[in-house]
């Protein structure tokens, strides 16, 4: 049987969701240009703070900072916003956080994926070699 959900943890995604939506569809900075994907929030037991963990995906690295700062600097107009459609005593303070754990995954499965590639690669030609050996 699953264990129960806690409050914090429905908070956690609700808070997720909704700071997206915000961050996608209600704030109108010019600055934030890049993809972006809230991975996580954690809350403090007395929920009077949120670490709220952020991916930006831009075309360039230039970007993609000018974008995770544009999202710190409204920080209080996104937690304004969620205290217009979250239905809690307090909403917490923000604070952003540049997560690069899915980059960095990316750059990994790329840099294994080549190695398998070489790998195949040399096998490949070591069987054609062993075939021409064996036929002269």
Do not use: C, W
Request: aromatic fraction near 8%; charged fraction near 35%; glycine fraction near 2%.
């Amino acid at each position: 049987m699953y264990g129960k959900v806690s409050r914090a943890d429905r908070l956690n995604a609700e808070f997720r969701k909704e700071i997206y939506e915000i961050i996608t569809k209600k704030l109108k900075n010019p600055l934030i240009t890049g993809m972006v994907s809230i991975l996580r929030v954690d809350t403090s037991k007395d929920l009077s703070h949120a670490k709220v963990y952020v991916s930006v995906f831009a075309s360039n690295e230039e970007k993609r900072k000018t974008t995770f700062e544009a999202i710190k600097g409204d920080a209080k107009k996104i937690r304004y916003e969620l205290a217009r459609v979250i239905r809690a005593r307090t909403v917490p303070e923000l604070h952003f956080f540049l997560d690069d754990s899915m980059e960095y995954s990316a750059k990994m499965n790329k840099l294994f994926n080549d190695i398998k590639k070489q790998e195949e690669e040399k096998a490949n030609s070591t069987a054609v070699k062993t075939e021409d050996n064996n036929q002269g």
